[in-house]
């Protein structure tokens, strides 16, 4: 019995805690996409890893990690340096349950070729989920696995390094890369003068026989606990891609000097420092001259997880507020059934099952790139369209998402607050909203044909759609303006709505429609909820979103 000062009034009309769900099978319009993108066999396989993410021990551990933030103890007790980071276990056993599943390796052979088939589309799945219950973790998961992208260029490196990559263990412990039974990397790019224009970086590599050493600084290097960094710095002949491991080969602690962590306003548990170099021990990937060529290889892979991301938070934003909307009673009737809060739920639930069946559509691009020409030139086009509008429309989607909840979604101890925090962030790291935009137009310029072939394609895809023709025509017409950056940000929103609503049109045909009619026919009213659906498209587009 509750000891009488414990007592409280009668707790009713609070919904339960959306917990110890599967977060895969919940969710129809993820089965139906990683279905139509040749991934229906991992249906059971992802179902376990849905149960696990949707436990109440994996939520209690994403809360724990992030309200025990990471601390930089730069010395030990007698002043030596000592350049480490501390985490909460929580963080730990985190990073470990994502290691097991191969979220940070699985789409690699044991070689470090592309796995094929539908490794990509099924790893996506996983990283989506395990953006629902925490994110900040998933930056040393994404890194890792991007970077073989990039040590594929200096192949002795990658054949080096890829038995430990290639491994489903965390190992934490601080010690050389090559003791460990696995092994986490991380990526330096961007300095104080310059992050998105790296062609300014200053940090110097000098060689030092076969190796370099680099001297210089990094303004933002997240994940610093990383066992190496692909690190960019200017050699004789020019930007360069280097392999910077914690320890130099002797075992000696490398000159990594981190100076202080990141105040940030969201993705908490993840450390991101500010470092100097002091003629750190590094390894050339790729020529000298050739960094950006190289590391942008390691970056279209994190800008992809970005996206996917971000369509996992939203995810999450939408089951939290359907949830609460089915148990919380206002009025004598649920939320769920006031017609006004349906038309908000629908319509975000409208954006959600197009933005999984757009980033899954995208991962089979990646997945068949290596041997498609045209999936290919998809990849390389709708890459930056996609991380542009997913990632930018997150942060306004939860923050509908969070009012959904009332005055508890605002509050700490729910999840919302700390996705809606955490969400700016995928649009502005990896390149941010204008520099994905450009890179549409470098991608339109370098490789006219193909990028046309996929516009032509896409068109195809999305016929008969409310407003699909105009919007390829606009598209077009934008696209050959000698002022195109002018008009840019117009031009690739509407070509990422446009592969939205086509590979929507391919999963569930009258929902492609009803975006289109929502988005392409009529600009979107800017608040969820200001669009005029039928009941039953209302109960259609809820019933698969949260059965
Ligand atoms: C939490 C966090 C962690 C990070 N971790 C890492 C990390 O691990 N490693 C790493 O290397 N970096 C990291 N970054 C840095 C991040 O990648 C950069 O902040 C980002 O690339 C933008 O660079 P910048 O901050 O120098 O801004 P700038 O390059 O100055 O850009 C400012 C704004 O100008 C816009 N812009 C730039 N060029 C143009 C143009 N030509 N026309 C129009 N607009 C333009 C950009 O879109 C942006 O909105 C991290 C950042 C954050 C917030």
Redesign the pocket.
């Known amino acids: 019995m509750t000891h009488p000062a414990f007592a409280t009034h009668e707790v009713f009309n609070q919904s339960p805690p959306f917990e110890d769900v599967d977060l895969f099978t919940l969710d129809m319009p993820l089965s139906e996409s990683i279905a139509a993108n040749g991934a229906a066999a991992a249906a059971q396989e992802l179902s376990e890893f849905g149960k696990h993410w949707g436990s109440a021990a994996m939520a209690a551990r994403g809360r724990a990690a992030n309200e025990n933030t990471p601390k930089l103890r730069s010395f030990d007790s007698r002043g030596n340096r000592r350049d480490e980071v501390e985490f909460h276990p929580a963080y730990h056993e985190l990073m470990a349950r994502s290691a097991h599943a191969g979220v940070h390796n699985s789409t690699w052979t044991a070689q470090g070729k592309p796995a094929g088939a539908a490794a990509e589309v099924v790893r996506a799945a996983k990283f989506y989920i395990a953006s629902q219950v925490e994110t900040g973790h998933l930056c040393p998961i994404t890194m890792t696995r991007a970077s073989v992208a990039a040590l594929a260029a200096q192949p002795d490196l990658l054949a080096k390094t890829m038995p430990v990559i290639a491994t489903r263990a965390y190992d934490p412990g601080f010690a050389p890369w090559w003791t460990k039974r696995g092994m986490t990397l ?5 300095e104080k003068q ?4 790296v062609r300014s970086n200053m940090t110097r590599a000098e060689r030092d026989g076969s190796a370099y050493r680099i001297t210089g600084h ?1 303004w ?3 994940a610093p606990m990383c066992d190496a960094f692909l690190v960019l710095a200017q050699a004789d002949e020019g930007l360069t891609c280097f392999f910077m491991p914690r320890f130099a080969p002797d075992g000696s602690v490398n000159a990594i000097q981190f100076q202080r962590l ?1 105040d ?1 306003l969201g ?1 908490r548990s993840n450390a ?1 420092s500010e470092v100097e170099f002091v003629g750190a021990y590094a390894e050339r990937v790729g020529e000298e001259g050739k960094g950006i060529r190289t590391i942008i290889q390691m970056v279209q892979l994190t800008r992809q997880d970005c996206a996917i991301a971000s369509v996992g938070l939203m995810r999450s934003g939408l089951s939290h507020a359907l949830h609460h909307a089915r148990h919380r009673s206002v009025f004598q009737k649920h939320l769920a059934d006031q017609p006004l809060m349906q038309a908000v739920l629908a319509d975000m639930a409208l954006h959600v099952e197009a933005s999984v069946a757009l980033v899954m559509r995208l991962c089979r691009a990646f997945d068949q790139a290596p041997e498609d020409p045209g999936e290919a030139a998809y990849m390389r086009l709708l890459t930056p369209a996609i991380k542009y509008w997913v990632c930018k429309s997150a942060p306004g989607f939860l923050y509908e998402a969070m009012e959904c909840l009332g005055g508890n979604g605002y509050v700490e101890e729910g999840i919302l607050a700390r996705h809606y925090r955490e969400s700016p ?1 995928n649009a ?8 994905m935009c ?1 890179d549409v137009l470098r991608a339109l310029s370098r490789e006219p044909d193909a990028a046309t072939a996929v516009l032509q394609d896409i068109a195809e895809q999305a016929k008969g759609l409310p407003g699909g023709a105009e919007a390829v025509a606009s598209i077009a017409k934008s696209f050959r303006r000698p002022d195109g950056e002018r008009v840019a940000r117009l031009a690739v929103e509407k070509l990422a709505l446009l592969a939205a609503a086509a590979a929507l049109n391919k999963i569930a045909p009258h929902h492609a429609e009803l975006f289109a009619a929502t988005r392409l026919a009529t600009p979107h009213a800017s608040m969820y909820g200001a669009v005029d659906l039928a009941n039953d498209d209302i109960e259609g587009l809820l019933a698969r979103a949260l059965p």
Do not use: A, P, R, Y
Request: charged share 20%.
């Open positions: 991380g990526m330096g790019m961007t310059g992050g998105t224009d990094k933002f290097m997240s990141k940030k993705n991101s962030v502005i790291w990896e390149g941010s909203g204008n520099v450009l």
